[in-house]
Every structure is written in C-alpha cells, then in structure tokens.
T-cell receptor, first 114, second 113 residues
C-alpha cells in the first residue's frame, strides 16, 4: 500500500530564516506530487506541483520554491521566511495515470513564523 | 473566476442526528466533484468523487449528490457519530487538468454527545 510522509509535524521559525520541508511517498512510482498551504478558515491553496523528477510548476508567485530530486521526494524551501508564510502545509500525491486525479494527503506541517 | 462556496460555515448537531452540507460552484465545465473530510490538524481524506454525469455517490453513512444543471452538490451524513466532527471540504476539478482543483473553504461540523 502507498504511504506519504511529511516532516517535521510542527515548526517555529523566526522571520528571515530558511525553510526546508520534506515529503516522501512509498509504494508507488512516478506519482504526481503537490504542495498546498492552508490558512486558518480558508481553502487549500496549491503552491507547486510536479509530474516528474526535476519538473516543477508554480501556481502562486512567492518566496517559496520546490524541488523534486528523486521520484518520490518533494521538498519545499525558502531562503528567507516571512510572517505571511505561517500556515499548515500539506503534501499530496496522485497516480499519474488515473483520470479521477484523486489526491492523497500527508499529515501536514504546522509552520509558525515569528 | 472559478469558485466553490460552501454552507454553512459551521454546524453543531447532536450525536445520532442527520445533517446536510451544501456546496455551490461556478466551475464550468468540470471534470469531477469530490468531498473530503479533514480532521483538525490532519490532511484531508477523500470521501466521494463524482463525475459530471453522476447524481449520487455513497460511502457508508455519507451520501453525496450532484446537480450539474444548478451547479450544486450536497453531502448528507446519516446517524452522526462523534468521530464525524471535522471539516468537510467540497472540491471541483477542472477538465483536462491533472492538478487544477478548486477548493471550498469547508464546513466545520461539530457533533455533540
């Protein structure tokens, strides 16, 4: 069966510090991978998606970046965090071949920027 | 602009009661509509997925309906349990997009004993 891991679960960082969140998927090959951010009381906002190694598409211009160094590894980074980067970050994967595009989510990372 | 709006924003009901959550969308055309359940501090979990040609889909005590003419969907929960306390999110998928999901803000449901 497939599983998706995210870490850390919670993170408190000062403004201006760097960020690295990691997501890995097990039990599947060539998945589509996604990074979302969820602000309190708001819907999920797609930040990045990837259909293959080294292929990253950005949905929202911001000071965040994403990388996919391996097939089942997706990393969200920032060189300098802003207060507005606080939120709940979710990684998700979907089978690349399904027409339903069902997405399966990780447990999330709660980021607080102070 | 494609949007998904849900109502009510929050709902409190007693354990054992039924409830219905609403979703209106302006995404047109669309590929499919799905309902997710999100426990506090966790990732969303899929409950149902319906294509534009489906009218209803059930998953245990959860039944989703879809009216593509009026662009409305509902999620009915039967015989609610304490574990049903969560946010329920309506999501619409744009056609030809492997990633374009339009997310509603969710309805926060609280089940009281």
């Amino acid at each position: 069966s497939q599983t998706i891991h995210q870490w850390p679960a919670t993170l408190v960082q000062p403004v201006g510090s760097p960020l690295s969140l990691e997501c890995t998927v097990e039990g599947t090959s060539n998945p589509n991978l996604y990074w979302y951010r969820q602000a309190a009381g708001r819907g999920l906002q797609l930040l990045f998606y990837s259909v293959g190694i080294g292929q990253i598409s950005s949905e929202v211009p911001q000071n965040l970046s994403a990388s996919r160094p391996q097939d089942r590894q997706f990393i969200l980074s920032s060189k300098k965090l802003l207060l507005s980067d606080s939120g709940f970050y979710l990684c998700a994967w979907s089978p690349g071949t399904t027409s339903y595009n069902e997405q399966f989510f990780g447990p999330g990372t709660r980021l607080t920027v102070l | 602009k494609n949007q998904v709006e849900q109502s009510p924003q929050s709902l409190i009901i007693l354990e054992g009661k039924n409830c219905t959550l609403q979703c209106n969308y302006t995404v047109s055309p669309f590929s499919n509509l799905r309902w997710y359940k999100q426990d506090t501090g966790r990732g969303p979990v899929s409950l149902t997925i319906m294509t534009f040609s489906e009218n209803t889909k059930s998953n245990g005590r959860y039944t989703a309906t879809l009216d593509a003419d009026t662009k409305q969907s509902s999620l009915h929960i039967t015989a609610s349990q304490l574990s049903d306390s969560a946010s329920y999110i309506c999501v619409v998928s744009e056609p030809d997009g492997n990633y374009q999901l339009i997310w509603g803000a969710g309805t926060k449901l609280i089940i009281k004993p």
